[in-house]
């Protein structure tokens, strides 16, 4: 029997390349493609040797050319961390409708599954919590983080437009903070930045009074719920995430512990349009992938302490 064939967009990714691991273990064919604005090659350099693993540098916003046939396509490419989506708007707008539109494309030609990783953010600072995937959210389109959200909830309209026009069988998952082994030291994003500042004995930063809150979902776990997803004959979208709550100053405060650091936590003004909650509503993916995350917050961050102990 022939091997399924998947292709991995912003496989060099963190959350991408735990997906090409992943499907190599479940014995896919996968191509891995990624430009590596914010991917990087340490995160699929265990996978080269593999036979059926074929790294292309792309970038997504140009036609994408695949021989042969593709059973899944897994949009994964993006600039997710506020640090670069602030720095590359353009870029980030550019992967979300160009990106998608050349992704759904390779999907149409070859009668691919098409899931899209889309994400929390397309409910802005939510007036539900938690937020289900019912709700509309509350997006601000001409500020600074409109490109990222915007961005995103644009790759949704078109993957729907491609599913009623074009049949094509398509996945969307939004995706709540995630965190784990692999993430970029200094991405923008909040765990790896307290991480990299316990760990130099830094205070840890933490904006406005530290009273928002965040859900906190270990990569395994993600991978797992995407894994069940893409098997599952259902086209709306999905909220994967933890639904645990954490305020960032509590945050802050263990990993302070787990780290041993002694130095302080200081505070700074709260970025434009920064949500103010965040917790998914796992309801559907309960009863739809009867999937819930398994690992606890602390023990996914001391394995990621590890790591980044590893690789200072």
């Given at each position: 029997?022939?091997?399924?064939?998947?292709?991995?967009?912003?496989?060099?990714?963190?959350?991408?390349?735990?997906?090409?691991?992943?499907?190599?273990?479940?014995?896919?064919?996968?191509?891995?493609?990624?430009?590596?604005?914010?991917?990087?090659?340490?995160?699929?350099?265990?996978l080269?040797?593999?036979?059926?693993?074929?790294?292309?540098?792309?970038?997504?916003?140009?036609?994408?050319?695949?021989?042969?046939?593709?059973?899944?396509?897994?949009?994964?490419?993006?600039?997710?961390?506020?640090?670069?989506?602030?720095?590359?708007?353009?870029?980030?707008?550019?992967?979300?409708?160009?990106?998608?539109?050349?992704?759904?494309?390779?999907?149409?030609?070859?009668?691919?599954?098409?899931?899209?990783?889309?994400t929390?953010?397309?409910?802005?600072?939510?007036?539900?919590?938690?937020?289900?995937e019912?709700?509309?959210?509350?997006?601000?389109?001409?500020?600074?983080?409109g490109?990222?959200?915007?961005?995103?909830?644009?790759?949704?309209?078109?993957?729907?437009?491609?599913?009623?026009?074009?049949?094509?069988?398509?996945?969307?998952v939004?995706?709540?903070?995630?965190?784990?082994?692999?993430?970029?030291?200094?991405?923008?994003?909040?765990v790896?930045?307290?991480?990299?500042?316990?760990?130099?004995?830094?205070?840890?930063?933490?904006?406005?009074?530290?009273?928002?809150?965040?859900?906190?979902?270990?990569?395994?776990?993600?991978?797992?719920?995407?894994?069940?997803?893409?098997?599952?004959?259902?086209?709306?979208?999905?909220?994967?995430?933890?639904?645990?709550?954490?305020?960032?100053?509590?945050?802050?405060?263990?990993?302070?512990?787990?780290?041993?650091?002694?130095s302080?936590?200081?505070?700074?003004?709260?970025?434009?349009?920064?949500?103010?909650?965040?917790q998914?509503?796992?309801?559907?993916?309960?009863?739809?992938?009867?999937?819930?995350?398994?690992?606890?917050?602390?023990?996914?961050?001391?394995?990621?302490?590890a790591?980044?102990?590893?690789?200072?």
């Open positions: 029997m022939p091997k399924k064939v998947a292709v991995v967009t912003g496989g060099a990714g963190f959350i991408g390349s735990y997906l090409c691991e992943r499907l190599l273990g479940e014995g896919y064919k996968v191509f891995c493609l990624d430009n590596l604005i914010t991917g990087s090659a340490d995160n699929i350099k265990h080269q040797s593999k036979k059926d693993f074929e790294f292309l540098k792309h970038n997504v916003t140009e036609p994408i050319l695949i021989k042969g046939k593709v059973d899944y396509i897994l949009h994964f490419a993006s600039l997710a961390s506020p640090e670069d989506y602030l720095r590359f708007p353009i870029q980030t707008l550019k992967v979300g409708s160009l990106g998608t539109h050349n992704s759904l494309g390779l999907a149409k030609s070859k009668k691919a599954v098409f899931m899209l990783a889309s929390s953010e397309v409910y802005g600072d939510p007036h539900v919590h938690p937020q289900p019912s709700y509309w959210g509350n997006v601000n389109p001409v500020g600074v983080r490109c990222y959200d915007e961005s995103k909830r644009f790759a949704e309209a078109l993957t729907m437009a491609y599913h009623r026009i074009h049949k094509i069988d398509t996945r969307i939004r995706i709540f903070n995630t965190y784990g082994p692999r993430m970029r030291m200094l991405d923008g994003r909040v790896p930045n307290l991480i990299y500042q316990a760990l130099h004995h830094k205070p840890l930063t933490v904006y406005g009074k530290g009273l928002q809150t965040r859900s906190f979902c270990y990569i395994d776990d993600l991978v797992e719920g995407i894994f069940r997803l893409i098997d599952v004959k259902f086209n709306l979208p999905v909220n994967l995430g933890n639904p645990g709550e954490f305020t960032i100053l509590k945050l802050a405060r263990i990993v302070n512990k787990l780290t041993g650091n002694s302080r936590i200081i505070f700074k003004p709260l970025p434009e349009d920064d949500p103010k909650q965040r998914p509503d796992i309801s559907l993916a309960r009863r739809l992938l009867k999937w819930k995350p398994e690992i606890k917050l602390e023990d996914g961050l001391r394995q990621t302490i790591w980044f102990k590893l690789n200072i």
